[in-house]
């Protein structure tokens, strides 16, 4: 259990706080992930892209409170308690280790799924200088990787499931034990944080199943697009950005709201291999905004959609290709806007 963690958690708890308020609804999975972090357990949110994963792993660790640690060491050791092989030995030699406070969110270290992702930027590598200074068989010719930069704070490890296996097994002794043991070396080094890691949904192209025993090491919480239309424009108009001299009206924002929840919905979401995230909401909230200005008028209006929704939609729609759109997102995309503004002149 990473320091300040389970207190943070608790006084949020006792005192009737929201600690991950930033995340609209989503009430649910919030208690799970808090229970999870609460019993020091490492999470796997597993969700489509822009439902806030995030957002709430860098709100978490921003919550956190500050602490002291070694300066100018990658590990964040207590100067009372080192546990780095650097700091260890200069502590073991008499030299006083000088001590500076690291907030929160100085403690957040994030990381993003990709195949070309390797062992060596999870845990560490060899810097040929050092090396050929102090011999390669010494710690100090070690540089850490970001696992390890980890340590006594949060791993934000985004998109778990696009690493290919070899690296989903550089995970396993970490994770399970706080330690990574390094190639030649013959000390562990200190990885105790708690990872939060997000997966995409295991029917979306260009993921990787991950192993059972991976999965084995986290607890799994789902997270889904905003429960209903309120939440969506709660969170529209919470997040989004709101530019000078343009007013947006309800029936505007309604719109925005309706038709990115279209794409999620039947009879529409039988034509979608990938629907609109939150991200679609905003980006057309700002754009019919951003159009208002260049055509120097005071408020937005339905007609402002029209023109902005092929740009805001278009690189966040994936048709499917049982689709009759499959080959033309902006029919789609027409036909999805005259659904959604048909039932509300109705």
Not at 189 to 215: C, H, K, Q, W
Not at 217 to 242: N, Q, W
Request: hydrophobic letters at 40%.
């Amino acid at each position: 259990m990473i320091e300040g963690l389970r207190e943070t958690i608790l006084k949020s708890a006792t005192e009737g706080q929201d600690m991950l308020s930033v995340i609209v609804g989503q009430e649910d999975a919030k208690k799970k992930i808090l229970a999870s972090l609460l019993a020091g357990h490492h999470v796997l949110i597993e969700g489509p892209p822009g439902v806030g994963k995030t957002t709430l792993a860098k709100h978490l660790a921003a919550a956190l409170p500050a602490i002291s640690a070694v300066k100018d060491c990658p590990y964040h050791c207590n100067p009372e308690a080192p546990v780095c092989p650097q700091c260890k030995a200069k502590k073991a030699a008499g030299t006083k280790l000088e001590g500076i406070t690291i907030r929160g969110e100085q403690r957040f270290v994030r990381l993003q799924g990709s195949p070309d992702l390797t062992a060596e930027d999870l845990l560490g590598d060899i810097d040929p200088t050092q090396a050929f200074k102090f011999g390669p068989q010494d710690y100090r010719a070690f540089i850490p990787g970001k696992l390890l930069k980890g340590n006594r704070g949060v791993v934000f490890f985004d998109e778990l499931n696009r690493v290919t296996e070899k690296l989903q097994n550089a995970l396993l002794q970490v994770l399970e034990e706080g330690l990574a043991t390094i190639g030649p070396y013959d000390v562990d080094y200190p990885a105790d944080f708690v990872m939060i890691a997000t997966m995409n949904p295991r029917e979306r192209a260009g993921v990787e199943e991950l192993s059972d025993v991976l999965l084995d090491r986290f607890d799994v919480v789902k997270m889904s697009y905003p429960e209903t239309a309120e939440r969506e424009k709660e969170i529209l108009l919470k997040h989004g950005l709101k530019m000078d001299n343009v007013n947006v009206p309800d029936n505007v924002t309604d719109s925005i709201v309706s038709l990115v929840r279209a794409t999620r919905e039947e009879p529409w979401i039988k034509e979608m291999d990938q629907s609109a995230s939150v991200r679609a909401t905003l980006s057309l909230y700002e754009k019919v905004q951003a159009v208002a200005l260049l055509e120097k008028r005071a408020e937005a209006t339905v007609d402002d959609i029209r023109k902005m929704a092929a740009s805001s939609l278009g690189s966040r729609l994936k048709p499917s290709p049982e689709s009759k759109y499959y080959d033309s997102q902006l029919n789609l995309i027409e036909d999805l806007l005259e659904s959604v503004l048909e039932g509300k002149r109705r």
